[in-house]
């Protein structure tokens, strides 16, 4: 049962979010064989102000 998490800065579109799960999930399932049912999309909304690569705030631009 594959589980994929995918961590984004929030700010996209429900549409877009949706068109990525589906398309992950299709590239999932035919490289592993699973069957779509068992494969779980997480996609996270990040605010800015929480991710610091090498100790620095990052934002979305």
Known sequence: MPFITI?????????????????????????TNAP??????FINDMPEGTYFPQGEMKTKN
């Open 36 to 41: 779509k049912e068992a494969i779980h999309v």
């Open 7 to 31: 961590d984004l800065f929030e700010g996209r579109h429900q549409e877009q979010k949706n068109q990525l799960a589906r398309e992950v999930t299709e590239v999932v399932s035919r490289i």
